[in-house]
Protein backbone atom coordinates (compact mmCIF):
# COMPACT_ATOMS: atom_id res chain seq x y z
CA UNK A 1 0.00 0.00 0.00
CA UNK A 2 1.04 3.43 -0.65
CA UNK A 3 1.17 4.39 2.93
CA UNK A 4 4.00 1.35 3.71
CA UNK A 5 6.04 3.44 1.01
CA UNK A 6 5.60 6.89 3.06
CA UNK A 7 5.93 5.61 5.85
CA UNK A 8 9.71 4.41 5.21
CA UNK A 9 10.38 7.31 3.60
CA UNK A 10 9.35 9.38 6.53
CA UNK A 11 11.06 6.90 8.98
CA UNK A 12 14.69 7.29 7.37
CA UNK A 13 14.60 10.64 7.25
CA UNK A 14 13.50 11.17 10.36
CA UNK A 15 16.69 11.25 12.24
CA UNK A 16 17.80 14.22 9.37
CA UNK A 17 14.66 16.21 10.37
CA UNK A 18 15.53 16.18 13.73
CA UNK A 19 18.73 17.05 13.58
CA UNK A 20 18.04 20.14 11.48
CA UNK A 21 15.29 21.11 14.40
CA UNK A 22 12.45 20.94 11.86
CA UNK A 23 9.04 18.66 12.37
CA UNK A 24 7.76 16.29 9.98
CA UNK A 25 4.16 15.72 10.05
CA UNK A 26 2.52 12.95 8.11
CA UNK A 27 -1.48 12.55 7.86
CA UNK A 28 -3.84 10.98 5.76
CA UNK A 29 -3.42 7.10 6.11
CA UNK A 30 -4.61 5.71 3.01
CA UNK A 31 -4.06 1.73 2.68
CA UNK A 32 -4.39 1.93 -1.69
CA UNK A 33 -1.95 0.49 -3.59
CA UNK A 34 -0.73 1.77 -6.64
CA UNK A 35 -0.88 0.18 -9.75
CA UNK A 36 1.98 -1.09 -11.28
CA UNK A 37 4.42 0.79 -10.09
CA UNK A 38 8.03 -0.32 -8.14
CA UNK A 39 7.98 1.50 -4.16
CA UNK A 40 11.68 2.21 -4.96
CA UNK A 41 10.87 4.90 -7.28
CA UNK A 42 8.07 6.25 -5.71
CA UNK A 43 10.42 6.20 -2.75
CA UNK A 44 13.31 7.82 -4.56
CA UNK A 45 10.82 10.85 -5.34
CA UNK A 46 9.65 11.22 -2.22
CA UNK A 47 12.92 11.21 -0.51
CA UNK A 48 14.13 14.08 -3.03
CA UNK A 49 10.87 16.23 -2.60
CA UNK A 50 11.35 15.43 1.59
CA UNK A 51 14.63 16.77 1.49
CA UNK A 52 14.03 20.04 -0.87
CA UNK A 53 11.59 20.61 1.66
CA UNK A 54 13.83 20.10 4.60
CA UNK A 55 16.38 22.68 2.74
CA UNK A 56 13.82 25.39 2.41
CA UNK A 57 12.60 24.94 6.02
CA UNK A 58 14.30 26.81 8.79
CA UNK A 59 15.08 25.49 12.48
CA UNK A 60 11.86 24.98 14.43
CA UNK A 61 9.98 25.00 10.84
CA UNK A 62 7.34 22.69 9.50
CA UNK A 63 7.66 20.00 6.39
CA UNK A 64 3.68 18.36 6.17
CA UNK A 65 3.38 14.42 3.83
CA UNK A 66 -0.25 13.90 3.45
CA UNK A 67 -1.59 11.40 1.34
CA UNK A 68 -5.09 11.00 0.34
CA UNK A 69 -6.70 9.10 -2.60
CA UNK A 70 -9.65 10.10 -5.07
CA UNK A 71 -11.10 9.56 -8.58
CA UNK A 72 -8.53 6.01 -8.89
CA UNK A 73 -5.59 8.14 -8.14
CA UNK A 74 -3.02 8.25 -5.20
CA UNK A 75 -1.94 10.95 -4.39
CA UNK A 76 1.12 12.65 -2.02
CA UNK A 77 1.64 16.06 -1.37
CA UNK A 78 4.61 17.80 0.51
CA UNK A 79 4.47 21.04 1.71
CA UNK A 80 6.63 23.48 4.12
CA UNK A 81 6.83 26.68 5.58
CA UNK A 82 10.03 27.69 3.94
CA UNK A 83 10.52 30.76 1.85
CA UNK A 84 8.42 29.72 -1.07
CA UNK A 85 9.95 30.00 -4.65
CA UNK A 86 9.58 33.44 -6.88
CA UNK A 87 6.82 33.50 -9.31
CA UNK A 88 9.35 33.63 -11.86
CA UNK A 89 11.02 30.82 -10.74
CA UNK A 90 8.28 27.99 -10.29
CA UNK A 91 6.99 27.14 -14.16
CA UNK A 92 11.46 26.52 -14.32
CA UNK A 93 11.58 23.80 -11.43
CA UNK A 94 11.08 21.04 -13.17
CA UNK A 95 13.61 21.94 -16.40
CA UNK A 96 16.96 20.02 -15.98
CA UNK A 97 20.02 22.49 -14.81
CA UNK A 98 18.07 25.22 -12.86
CA UNK A 99 18.49 25.44 -9.42
CA UNK A 100 17.38 28.36 -7.15
CA UNK A 101 20.26 27.10 -4.96
CA UNK A 102 23.12 28.73 -6.14
CA UNK A 103 26.68 26.82 -6.07
CA UNK A 104 24.83 23.95 -4.49
CA UNK A 105 23.28 20.89 -6.30
CA UNK A 106 23.11 20.40 -10.57
CA UNK A 107 19.14 21.33 -10.66
CA UNK A 108 18.44 17.55 -12.03
CA UNK A 109 16.68 16.67 -8.48
CA UNK A 110 13.38 18.05 -9.52
CA UNK A 111 13.92 17.50 -13.28
CA UNK A 112 13.84 13.85 -12.49
CA UNK A 113 11.29 13.20 -10.16
CA UNK A 114 9.08 15.33 -12.71
CA UNK A 115 9.92 12.31 -15.57
CA UNK A 116 9.85 9.43 -12.84
CA UNK A 117 6.25 10.80 -12.19
CA UNK A 118 5.69 10.92 -15.85
CA UNK A 119 6.47 7.48 -16.90
CA UNK A 120 4.62 5.23 -13.96
CA UNK A 121 1.41 7.56 -15.60
CA UNK A 122 1.65 10.49 -13.33
CA UNK A 123 1.88 14.00 -12.86
CA UNK A 124 3.99 16.25 -10.45
CA UNK A 125 2.79 19.78 -10.07
CA UNK A 126 3.73 22.74 -7.76
CA UNK A 127 2.79 25.68 -6.27
CA UNK A 128 4.27 28.24 -3.87
CA UNK A 129 4.44 31.85 -2.45
CA UNK A 130 7.31 33.94 -1.73
CA UNK A 131 7.14 33.56 2.35
CA UNK A 132 4.43 30.86 2.31
CA UNK A 133 6.18 27.83 1.59
CA UNK A 134 5.94 25.29 -1.24
CA UNK A 135 3.37 22.17 -2.22
CA UNK A 136 4.28 19.63 -4.38
CA UNK A 137 1.79 17.34 -5.45
CA UNK A 138 2.09 13.78 -6.97
CA UNK A 139 -0.51 11.81 -8.60
CA UNK A 140 0.06 8.51 -9.44
CA UNK A 141 -2.75 5.65 -10.89
CA UNK A 142 -4.34 3.66 -7.81
CA UNK A 143 -5.73 0.50 -7.82
CA UNK A 144 -8.21 -1.25 -5.67
CA UNK A 145 -7.74 -0.70 -1.67
CA UNK A 146 -5.77 -3.68 -0.32
CA UNK A 147 -8.17 -6.38 0.82
CA UNK A 148 -10.67 -5.51 -1.80
CA UNK A 149 -8.39 -6.97 -4.99
CA UNK A 150 -10.09 -9.54 -6.82
CA UNK A 151 -8.70 -12.83 -6.21
CA UNK A 152 -6.80 -15.00 -9.07
CA UNK A 153 -9.63 -17.07 -9.44
CA UNK A 154 -12.31 -13.92 -10.02
CA UNK A 155 -9.91 -12.91 -12.37
CA UNK A 156 -9.87 -15.91 -14.61
Given at each position: ?14 P??K ?10 E????L???RF ?9 L???A ?55 G??M??A ?8 L????A??R ?7 L????P ?11
Amino acid sequence: PLSDVVNEAAERLSPRFKSCGVALALSGETRCVLRDIRFSEVSQVLSALLLNALEATERGGRVRLETAESDGWAEILVSDDGAGIASEDLPRVFEPFFSTKPGRGAGLGLAMCRAIVSALGGVLSAASAPGRGSRFRVRLPAGAPEGQRPSIREEG
